[in-house]
């Protein structure tokens, strides 16, 4: 089967990996993909907020199944618009990827089936805002409800700076995302991302993984879209792997079939696990980058198998298998991430790095010249590697890191460091 993968990123450079390991397929097609990807895919260009277009181009190659990696196309509805033209694709409908569009329409969803999560209220007005944050006091999380990139949420640990991000957000700061302002009550405690399938009726557990979205060293720093990540989750247990599927992820895959929206595809939870247990932050209808880059790495099961039986309703009874190793990826990302960043400046090193024992290089913003490979974004390099223990992952990955030669560049030194400090407990 020829399958197209929509994307350019770190992810989808390990998406790419696992599904050309299948032997369901034939060849494999990106858009727009990476210079890391093009080893393994036909890097194609289509604009894919086209959907004209992509269903032209799926017909034309012969697509069998299309996956696809980012958010936005999914909350635009490019899923509905492929299975519409009769072409099978991974991935939520419109309606089912709200859960990542809507901040509201989640914390609705739990309120309304008893998923545990933390308490919320909507609002359109500012005043109203302000007023309710005097009444519930700091610490205290102020978020724009539509997609900000991961840098639409506030943490306030003081009510001065949780005003300073209601104003932020009515003044526009993140333009329509912000129109719409949530405010929830502060969670206490150990943060993991959980990953699961569903097929609109049945949920497949897939894996954990931990991130790490500060910018720099100590999780000091602005958000970011992720510095480094490692899996399994330590705090992510098999008895509390067992309490999130049949506290959080079943009854939001039953909540959304009985509101007439059934989810297919990934459910990415980001999980606080809190003293009275797991509860839910957030949901992502998508894969995680960084978080794939460091499970595809361990995944030993047929990703287009799993992918294309989600699609299909027919996850009943299917397990994914995992390599009982640890993953850990660094990111490495141009200095002045997230904020302005230079492009353009040469990468060196990259093949000596990827020859250390256990590592996997995974392309993000990068683009070929000729032989050289060049920044092209802001995260830039995801050196991801597997060891018997997050310390070992962490010690191949930081000498792959070490053995690359990019000025330009930076890293957080410490990803892991909660997971190495456990086992040394
Ligand atoms: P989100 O974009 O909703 O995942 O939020 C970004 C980050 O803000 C999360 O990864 C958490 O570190 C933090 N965060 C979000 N909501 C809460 C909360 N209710 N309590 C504590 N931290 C939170
Ligand atoms: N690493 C967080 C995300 O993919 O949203």
């Given at each position: 089967m020829n399958v197209l993968l929509i994307g350019s990123g770190g992810r989808e450079h390990a998406l790419a990996l696992a599904l050309s390991r299948?032997?369901?397929?034939?060849r494999l097609f990106t858009a727009p993909g990476n210079p890391g990807i093009a080893g393994l895919a036909a890097c194609v260009t289509l604009d894919v907020t086209d959907s004209a277009a992509v269903i032209a181009f799926c017909r034309n190659e012969r697509i069998g199944f299309v996956v696809v990696g980012p958010e936005a196309p999914l909350v635009a509805g490019l899923v509905d618009d492929l299975e519409a033209a009769g072409i099978a694709a991974f991935g939520p409908s419109k309606a089912a990827a709200q859960l990542e569009g809507s901040k509201g329409f989640t914390k609705d969803l739990c309120a309304r089936y008893s998923i545990p999560t933390a308490a919320y209220a909507r609002f359109c007005d500012k005043d109203a805002a302000l007023a309710y944050l005097e009444r519930q006091g700091a610490p205290i999380v102020v978020k724009?409800?539509?997609?900000?990139?991961?840098?639409?949420v506030t943490v306030a640990m003081t009510l001065a700076e949780a005003r300073d991000a209601i104003e932020a957000c009515f003044a526009g700061q993140?333009?329509?995302?912000?129109a719409e302002v949530v405010i929830e009550a502060y969670l206490d405690g150990e943060e993991a991302s959980f990953f699961a399938l569903s097929d609109g009726v049945n949920a497949l557990p897939l894996a954990s993984a931990q991130d790490h979205?500060?910018?720099?060293?100590?999780?000091?720093g602005p958000n970011t879209g992720g510095m480094g990540a490692y899996s399994p989750?330590?705090?992510?247990t098999e008895a509390m792997t067992k309490r999130v599927m049949a506290e959080i992820i079943r009854p939001t895959v039953a909540g959304m079939a009985r509101d007439g929206h059934p989810f297919k595809g990934v459910l990415f939870a980001g999980l606080m696990i809190t003293a009275k247990g797991p509860e839910l932050i957030e949901y992502n209808v998508r894969f995680g980058d960084p978080e794939t880059q460091v499970m595809m790495l361990r995944l030993q099961s047929d990703l287009l198998a799993l992918l294309r039986a989600s699609r299909d309703g027919r996850l009943a009874g299917l397990a994914a298998e995992w390599s009982d190793d640890a993953a850990l990826t660094v990111v490495m990302a141009a200095k002045?991430?997230?904020g302005d960043y230079r492009k353009g400046s040469e990468i060196c090193g990259l093949d000596a790095a990827a020859r250390l024992p256990g590592v996997t290089l995974f392309h993000a913003g990068t683009k070929a010249d000729g032989g050289r490979i060049l920044s092209n974004g802001g995260r830039v390099i995801n050196v991801t590697a597997l060891g018997e223990n997050v310390a070992e992952a962490q010690a191949r990955a930081y000498a792959a890191v070490d053995a690359i030669n990019w000025p330009d560049g930076f890293c957080r030194r410490d990803i892991g460091w909660r997971a190495v400090a456990r086992g040394k407990a």
């Open positions: 299948s032997p369901d397929l034939t724009a409800d539509g997609l900000a990139a991961g840098k639409g993140f333009g329509a995302a912000g979205k500060r910018a720099f060293d100590g999780d000091q989750a330590p705090v992510m002045g991430y997230p």
